[in-house]
């Protein structure tokens, strides 16, 4: 699903081919460090420690979220129902305000900050001001439309009765969620701009916990999925007002929660409707990429939500639709949001000051540092994946039906390999943005969710309907493949020669190199392991150790012989951020 990839069951993760926001509040507040090092560069990696601490904490409590979520629902129609209604709010939020906010409004609210005599608290409050009666005016409207977007999202869902009420009433909880998202990005911008990063990190803790304490309640009453016959036929209006609700809370509690710490700053709200000639215009005008970078990305993602409950309703098994598809692709996106978002939080502030100069060969030589370091993490992990996605899946939801279990495992290991073209996009994609060019990325974005449009209709049309969705996975990571292709093509260009290209594609062969005997050796033991003992708890878990201790030992022995250096530069990454010392990214 090419663009967005919510953090699952109405989460707020933004579009995935955009500036992150992770990145960009580093980059907009801090601004660029020295590259001699000093005192910035300090703040930068104490700023970059809470705030990749926060992603992790976030990115873990929203897995267990999901697994929650999915012990409850299981992996069917109700499953779906939901995945497609708290889809949504991200959904709207993204093609609507969220884009303009990450790209243009929020580098324009910082400057503002930075250049008005009243420190930007003017422009601050006609911002939130203007995004608040948007984000209303927004919910209203989707509330009253909920029936077209659920089947906007999903023909089969629309077409049963039963999955169509379930899913509308959904819906109708979780899109009010748009306006407390769109909250939540802008008083966390106004608190990184006074220094204040935290907050904005680490609230989304407590809008997984109050997720998980809600579906919690719910399988402590009804019970989980694999124990019960819970449908979208049977489950019970007050279990759904219960979910919904719950849904809702949280996000009402994240943005909240942001409220004592504005104060603090001595932000109060004043709201301000003098909008005009204050330079908004301006800003929205320059959001024209971002707006049509999200539209392409989205009608990937429609295509795939399509086909995706259409397949899994085809093949009347578990395991085979759309809440599969989403699982799987969030454990499989969970390195990249950790390690290769974090390496570049510590490169694209200096990538950002070297464009700035018109220093390309500096541009170059970030490109090539940020493509290597992450394959040190990302390349081994790809083929972890795809040799180990099965027992991953049947430990990590073993409270849902086996069959089920099984089916996100293949998807999962169907998505394994395409994390590396994926993480290759993401960190080139970085030096269009030090340029801030939105346009390229947006032609590059069509590519990409062309391509995977295309490759979800034939596994539709051409594989059976269990194995459609695990063909759609797959297709994914080739689209991403493309992209980068044609991505690299034009950073070359604009750069005015080459990317380091054979030093980057030495790494990742070598990484490959490494990384396939032992994805051959963990497999096989994890197999053989998975014979002996089964596929349940136990056996799972032991076949995970088994085969995840032998990859991980056969790849660090092979890559030490293939001499692959940045083993040693993300050692020092890793020990610069959460130690506390120095960012640990090599100088130039």
């Known amino acids: 699903m090419p663009g967005l990839r919510s953090s699952r069951h109405g989460g707020t993760r933004e579009s995935e081919g955009g500036l992150d926001t992770d990145t960009l509040r580093l980059v907009a507040v801090k601004g660029p460090p020295s590259r001699a090092g000093g005192g910035s560069a300090s703040g930068l990696a104490r700023s970059s420690a809470v705030m990749a601490a926060g992603t992790l904490a976030s990115r873990l409590t929203g897995f267990v979220r999901s697994l929650v979520i999915t012990a409850a629902l299981g992996t069917a129609v109700l499953g779906d129902a939901y995945t497609v209604a708290a889809t949504l709010p991200t959904m709207m939020y993204i093609l609507t305000v969220g884009g303009g906010l990450n790209s243009v409004f929020v580098p324009q609210l910082v400057r503002a900050m930075k250049e008005d005599a009243d420190g930007g608290e003017a422009y601050a409050n006609r911002l939130l001001t203007l995004v608040m009666v948007t984000l209303g005016a927004i919910v209203a409207a989707a509330f009253l439309g909920a029936p077209l977007l659920v089947r906007l999202m999903s023909n089969s869902i629309a077409r049963d009765e039963a999955a169509d009420s379930v899913a509308v009433v959904f819906a109708r909880y979780c899109l009010p969620t748009i306006f407390f998202m769109g909250l939540h990005v802008v008083m966390g911008q106004i608190l990184n701009a006074r220094g204040r990063f935290g907050a904005m990190m680490w609230t989304p803790v407590l809008n997984n916990i109050v997720v998980i304490a809600t579906f919690g309640a719910f399988v402590w009453v009804y019970g989980t999925s694999g124990t ?121 502030p200096r990538l950002s000051r070297a464009a700035q100069d018109g220093d390309r060969g500096a541009v170059r030589d970030d ?10 993490v990302i390349v081994p992990v790809a083929f972890a994946f795809l040799a180990l996605g099965s027992p991953m899946s049947t430990l990590l939801f073993s409270g849902v039906k086996l069959e089920a279990a099984r089916g996100i495992g293949l998807i999962l290991m169907a998505f394994g390999l395409g994390l590396v073209p994926y993480s290759v996009q993401y960190v080139v994609l970085r030096g269009f943005y030090a340029y801030e060019d939105t346009r390229t990325p947006f032609f590059n974005t069509l590519v990409v969710a062309g391509v995977n449009g295309a490759g979800a209709v034939a596994c539709y049309l051409l594989l059976p309907a269990a194995w459609a969705v695990v063909g759609m996975a797959a297709c994914y990571g080739l689209a991403y493949a493309v992209g980068v292709g044609v991505a690299w093509k034009r950073l070359r260009e604009r750069l005015g020669g080459d990317l380091d290209g054979p030093r980057v594609v030495r790494t990742y062969a070598r990484l490959c190199g490494a990384a396939g005997p032992a994805a051959l050796v963990g497999g096989a033991a994890a197999f053989a392991v998975t014979r002996s003992l089964g596929d349940g708890v136990v056996g799972s878990l032991a076949a995970l150790v088994a085969g995840g201790s032998s990859l991980l030992g056969v790849f660090v022995v092979l890559a030490k012989r293939l001499r692959v250096e940045e083993l040693d530069a993300l050692t020092g990454l890793v020990t610069g951020r959460f130690g506390g010392g120095r960012s640990g990214v090599p100088s130039r």
Request: aromatic share 8%.
């Open 367 to 376: 490109i090539s540092r940020g493509l290597r370091t992450s394959a040190v």
């Open 228 to 348: 019960s016959s819970m449908g979208v036929g049977t489950i019970p209006p007050e279990g759904v007002r219960l979910l919904g609700a719950g849904t809702l809370l949280g996000l009402v509690v994240q943005a909240l929660a942001m409220i004592p710490y504005l104060r603090e700053t001595g932000f109060r709200f004043r709201p301000r409707f003098d909008w005009k000639g204050q330079g908004l215009g301006r800003t929205v005008r320059l959001a024209k990429w971002t707006v049509l970078f999200v539209l392409a990305n989205q009608a990937g993602a429609t295509v795939v939500t399509q086909l995706a409950t259409a397949a899994g309703e085809a093949s009347g098994k578990e395991g085979a639709g759309f809440t599969a598809y989403t699982n799987a692709q969030l454990i499989w996106g969970m390195p990249q949001a950790i390690i290769t978002v974090s390496v570049m939080a510590a490169v694209l």
